[in-house]
């Protein structure tokens, strides 16, 4: 019997005129797997789930529907069809779940990311986490219907990661500059993916997505040269922050209020309803968190909102 | 009297995915005017044209109406209206055009842009390249009817050029990796901005605009990285190219034939029908270059094509 415990933080994708092709990984907070390898031979399933905490029930306990048990099975079958082998044991999976479900926080790429670290691990590290991420953006398959990598693959590898292709997959990785810091605000209210997802056009206007696509270069431009003021003038997002800011109670009074309270700039985290701002220093970060926080309670709504402050993430889904 | 000549070179915009908002200069081919400043009153207007050389006839004559002789006007109505230098003498403009109208080379932006440098110089430098730069840009609204950047930009500054925004004008300066060669090849046909621009859709798929800003983004991070397998795999234009290549004879034998000599990527310069391909090698270019050439020359229309072999220019349009 050993035991591995994996972990794997919230990342935010959708980075405002990165719809659907860039997401980062910040530190905090994160869900942990825990994966207890037994030799015995499986009754039904090679993984079994033991239990799930902090979900208050949401998330099925079937291992082929629940997306961090479902990685794990993708995972095993690709080492027997790829790498010649051929699991015999049982392993159990217990879920910590700390990150909030539907909350544009990647909870589902998070549960995925941690739960192929330590199944790695546990098996003697057969795979590089290049090979992994593949696992882990078809987990959110099965947690939202599509099986985008924005939240998935900087869960798995840290960093900014831009998805140039999905076929083949290309994923650049985009290291952050030093002084970068995420505040990350979580409104006590969900907003499907699927749903957020159905409010988009099908087709946009040429000129409109040129506008985007400037925005994109300069972004990963701002980024890789430490240049704080071409972030913030770049994170600007003409096609899907329009449509979705109506689904966020008070979106704009609390993007307004973090730019009055100095970020760089704003917008909806993944498909929302949580909403990120970047910042040049702690200090200003932990103004704009407090600014967001006051916002979202004093909008019609009075929505209560989590808070956290952090650097990006570097280091990707590990075992603890 | 004071005579000073300004050169500016040819530009590529409409880098494949970047269509709209990334342009560069290379060194060679370029356009000169040679200015000459008479201390007389000038009877009708204060700049007037000697002499144009090498358009066959083209290119107007009246001052308003020619690029390079408008765009000083715009200078000089500036310093008037925003440096209080109320010029009171008179210019004699001489083109030698270099540049083959109508060939996707920036020829327009490297006239405006040659004329810019020269009479910033002749008057006492009154004003930055970043000034001048919006003069160029009104020049391309004369030549062509739209004040496009991408190619006026980097005729001025040099290096590539991100147009982030137009509304206010925002560019961002990406130097070019050290060993990055342009192999550009010019066939003898012209294809006519406004006539390529008018075989764009007004609309795109959403899904197809996610792919261009994904390799949009990752041709930045190419560039500032100097990741030249990654320039090569983003060289990819999945919204202008497929409908302007039909305006091109021969474009998908040209490209394959450059790629197979070994060049990272190939796509149309500008609107064409000129097409560009980037190597990692001098040696590399000129084996490319003799590759477009070949194919340019053995399809139907035997086309014969001028070849230019140049690594990106970092200086942008300067004096003689």
Redesign the interface.
Known sequence: MKTVTGFASATIGNVA??????GFAIREPGDEVILTLHDSEPSTSPVSIKAIHGDGGALPKDPKKNTSSFVVLKFLEYLRTHKDIDFQGHIELELRKNLPLSSGMGSSAASAAAALAAANELLGSPCTKMELVHFAIEGERVACGSAHADNAAPAMLGNFI????YNPL?L?T?PPPQHLYCTLAHPHIEVRTAYARSV???????KT?????????????GL??SDYE?IG??LVDV?AEPKRAPLIPGFYDVKNAALEAGALGCSIAGSGPSVFAFSSSKETAEQVGSAMKEAFSTIEERLDADIWVSPVCHEGARTL
């Open positions: 005129c990165g719809f659907d092709v860039l831009l998805i140039r292709s290309d650049v985009i988009l056009p099908r087709t946009i206007p040429l997505a040129t506008e985007q696509w400037g925005n994109v270069g300069a972004l990963v431009s890789l040269t071409l003038r770049s096609v």
